[in-house]
């Protein structure tokens, strides 16, 4: 167990879980926590995009993360959640199997990704964290979902 | 945002206001208007906004006003006629002031340069200028330059005695509009105390009895002998900006001291007689008379509000509202109308009988919100009149560019649309009456040997027609080379040399991206977009353009748009366990196909006769990747659709479920366009519903535009024709 700083740069995180693997995300990105609900498929879209559904009037992509993470597709149950997260100006619901911690860690304690070649890992992973033997990749969501279109209008 | 900032807004608020009141006086004046009103709107306007620019330090714009603000007074005035050459002058000085509250608004300096070379076209417009007058920056900076030579003749009068005090006599009568627009007498008496000695004096004589006295009215008068050294015209400053509310004269009091205190016991005491003469009546019967003033006051209000309301007096009848406060209510009548759905829907799964006391009750918050919704959106909508008048500027920019002579004329301003259908129509409006100046109206002389006026004739026009709005923008000028146009595409390699073509068809290909018959890269119309761009954010406005043209006669684009981009009358159908809403604007007819009405193509092309016309078949459930295998048409239903121009195409839809007004949701806000998809709308079950892009649904079926995604779906089908 790594001993608490009590200084400024101090992060909270969210741990998840995905496919027995586990993720986390800063906490400040994350706005609710909900189960899942089917979602409306949108066509033409790319396989991790699970569909549009409806959060309090605002239509809401939901990306599957094992599948945008390379793992293989979730079936997702009544015991699935769909975490609400703000990435720059949008809000993107990310499909997850179990939400299972929040941590308090310092900058200090996350390490640079160990060099991996997977292209998947270099595009999502921003660091690594060692928490009582287990590690957890911090995801940054930036490329989470598709390339924007450029459409001059 | 603090109080300054606040207030400063609402200062280029106001200005926008007063730039339309001025292009509009202006652009009346030039169609011939000769009403003193006229002239004095467009004055007041320029007077407004220096007087404005002034508070706030904004010296560009207050030097450049006053140029203006002075030539057009020599045309209020009658000093200069109103001819067709200055009324140009005058509209390209708005322009350039539009241009400067711009910069003033976004904080930049504007191009010094700019303004003197229309400083001084407005003075050589004008005949102002040259010798009677310093040079502008100097007059600009002192506008007052011109009376000191009388300052230093009055030296000579005093017999040299050093300081060049001379006395005025103002007087000083306010309107009642001096009041009610909040100003103060006594601020501006004091600034009048603060160029020299004053002897104020008030004027009772127009003050009536108390029983007659208007408590709003105006009736008091202030003569003033000041003693100053400062100049008439900076007397007169003191009361520039209530000029309109106020009588106001000057007048200088040659020889001895003006302080003459006879007068002033005269007018001492004709003051307080007049006051007595005032008070002798008993209060009783006063009161009775104020009691019935009131009253009858009060309905004059009453009818006059009526009458302000049937759109006499707007000014007075209108607020104005943060446009966050009425999308946040926008947003939630949806989410009403989304709710009342489903309360609908659950009461109907739980099978309450139409006729019970539940039901009824739910057809009457149905039929409210629909109310509500309706009232809603019409605060949001908005006349068409702002738009179309930077168009006009759009076109003498254009004009002066090319060296054509073009008139634009105006039809349907008042016509209300949707505030945020308006704001993305500005882009397609300017490039499309661009190209028609550019490629469409041609040269003067073209024009006259061809028999036509000089001047080209550009017409907008907007009308409401069955629940959408109609832009129509016309030229007559040459019209559409089809020749040129069906050569420039196939050098393009955009068609087939081959290709058999209506004239309609080769007319359309203007729209094609990549295409542009311009010779040279004009400096206007091709900025790189091309009718492309236009249609795409037409399309994406979910409206429609079509073109009509005839050689040697002109042509005309007409757009046909939403009204609102919030709500859409839509039909619910579902395919491959989907649920989809097709817009009702496009529907034509739904019907249930026989087999022996349909005819394969060969590939998977299917065709089915209606009524002696054969009609592609789009499967929505293919084109849309939610199934590999083309549906059975006989378990289906079909969805007669028209497309721009007379194309028609029947949708193969499962089944259709009903008929309703959707809120439309953006899929963009949170993720971004899906082809084939216009918006999402949330149903009565709280599900997300996809809204069909007709037009794109078909092109993708039809291949000719299949944009290549850059993350193509795994779903996604090469749909070859």
């Known amino acids: 167990m790594t001993e608490k700083l009590e200084s400024s740069s101090t992060r909270e995180l969210i741990a998840f879980r995905i496919d027995g693997r586990e993720f986390c995300v800063d906490i400040m990105q994350v706005r609710d926590i909900r189960g899942w609900t089917p979602a409306t498929p949108l066509p033409h879209s790319p396989a991790y995009v699970r569909g549009v559904i409806n959060l309090r009037g605002a239509v809401l992509p939901v990306i599957d993360m094992a599948t945008r993470l390379g793992f293989k597709p979730t079936e997702p149950t009544v015991r699935h959640v769909i975490m609400v997260t703000q990435v720059e100006n949008q809000i993107i619901g990310l499909l997850v199997d179990a939400v299972s911690d929040i941590l308090t860690v310092t900058e200090a304690e996350i390490q640079p990704t160990p060099d991996v070649a997977s292209e998947l890992a270099k595009t999502f992973v921003r660091g690594v964290l060692a928490i009582d033997g287990r590690m957890i990749s911090m995801i940054a969501l930036d490329h989470v979902l598709p390339a924007h279109e450029s459409l001059a209008a | ?721």
């Open chain 2, 1 to 721: 945002m603090d109080t300054m900032a606040a207030i400063k807004q609402t200062f280029f608020q106001e200005c926008e206001e007063q730039l339309i009141e001025l292009e509009s006086g202006l652009l009346a004046l030039d169609g011939g208007t000769s009403e003193p009103d006229t002239i004095n709107a467009v004055f007041r306007a320029v007077h407004s906004i220096k007087g404005g620019a002034g508070a706030f330090g904004l010296e560009q714009l207050v030097r450049f006003a006053h140029t203006y603000e002075t030539s057009l007074d020599l045309v209020r005035s009658g000093k200069i006629a109103a001819s067709r050459s200055i009324l140009k002058t005058m509209l390209t000085a708005a322009d350039t002031l539009a241009d400067l509250v711009r910069s003033a608004r976004e904080d930049v300096k504007a191009d010094d340069g700019e303004i003197t070379r229309m400083v001084q076209q407005l003075e050589s417009a004008c005949g102002l200028g040259g010798a009677h007058e310093a040079p502008v920056a100097a007059a600009a900076a002192e506008p007052d330059l011109d009376f000191t030579p009388i300052q230093v003749s009055l030296d000579d009068l005093f017999g040299g005695a050093g300081d060049a005090k001379q006395s005025y006599r103002v007087r000083f009568e306010p309107k009642t509009g001096f009041y009610s627009r909040a100003n103060e007498p006594l601020v501006l008496l004091r600034e009048m105390a603060r160029l020299g000695e004053t002897q104020v004096t008030c004027d009772l004589a127009k003050l009536p009895t108390l029983a007659e006295l208007d408590p709003e009215g105006a009736y008091l008068a202030w003569d003033v002998v000041l003693e100053t050294d400062a100049s008439e015209s900076a007397i007169r400053d003191i009361f520039e900006f209530v000029e309109f509310d106020c009588d106001i004269s000057v007048e200088k009091i040659e020889g001895e001291s003006a302080f003459d205190d006879d007068a002033f016991a005269r007018l001492l005491s004709l003051a307080s007689s007049d006051t007595q003469a005032a008070l002798p009546e008993p209060v009783e019967p006063v009161m009775q008379k104020i009691a019935a003033e009131v009253q009858s006051r009060n309905e004059e209000a009453a009818a006059r509000k009526a009458e302000s309301a049937k759109g006499f007096n707007t000014a007075g009848a209108t607020i104005r509202v943060d446009l966050d406060r009425v999308e946040r209510l926008i947003d939630l009548v949806g989410e009403l109308v989304i709710n009342q759905a489903m309360l609908s829907q659950r009461v109907a799964e739980a099978r309450i009988a139409r006729s019970s006391a539940l039901a009824m009750g739910l057809d009457d918050l149905e039929q409210l919100s629909r109310e509500i919704q309706d009232s809603v959106m019409a605060i949001r909508a908005q006349p068409v009149k702002p738009i179309f008048q930077r168009m006009s500027r759009v076109v003498r920019e254009a004009a002066d560019m090319t060296g054509k002579s073009v008139m634009l004329q105006c039809d349907g301003e008042a016509t209300e649309v949707d505030k945020t259908v308006i704001e993305r129509l500005t882009d397609p409006l300017t490039h499309m009456i661009r190209n028609a100046i550019d490629h469409g109206i041609e040269k003067p002389e073209a024009r006259l040997a061809a028999g036509k006026p000089e001047t080209g004739h550009i017409r907008l026009a907007a009308m409401h027609r069955s629940g959408r709005v109609v832009i129509e923008i016309s030229d007559d000028g040459g019209g559409i080379n089809r020749e040129r146009v069906k050569s420039a595409a196939i050098a393009k390699g955009l068609i087939d040399p081959d290709a058999q073509m209506s004239d309609e068809d080769i007319d359309n290909l203007i729209f094609l991206p990549g295409f542009s018959t311009a010779s040279t890269v004009a400096d206007m119309s091709g900025r790189g977009v091309g009718m492309d761009v236009v249609k795409r954010s037409i399309q994406a406005l979910g409206g429609r353009i079509t073109i009509s043209s005839t050689p040697g006669k002109g042509s005309a684009f007409v757009m046909s748009l939403p009204l609102t981009l919030a709500v859409l009358d839509g039909m619910i159908v579902s395919v491959a366990e989907e649920t989809l809403i097709v817009p009702l604007t496009a529907i034509v007819e739904t019907l249930k196909p026989s087999m022996s009405d349909i005819f394969h193509m060969g590939g998977d092309s299917r065709v089915i006769r209606i009524r002696d016309s054969f009609v592609p078949l789009i499967d929505i459930g293919h084109v849309l990747g939610y199934r590999q295998e083309m549906a059975d048409p006989s378990n289906c239903v079909i969805v007669l659709i028209d497309l721009e121009g007379q194309a028609r195409r029947a949708l193969l839809v499962d089944a259709i479920q009903g008929q309703r007004q959707v809120v439309i949701k953006s899929l963009e806000a949170n993720y971004r366009r899906v082809d084939g998809i216009a918006a999402a709308t949330i149903l009565g079950d709280g599900r997300v519903a996809l809204i069909l892009d007709v037009d794109a649904v078909v092109e993708n079926a039809d291949g000719k535009s299949n944009p290549p995604s850059p993350d193509p779906a795994p779903l996604q089908l090469e749909i070859v024709e």
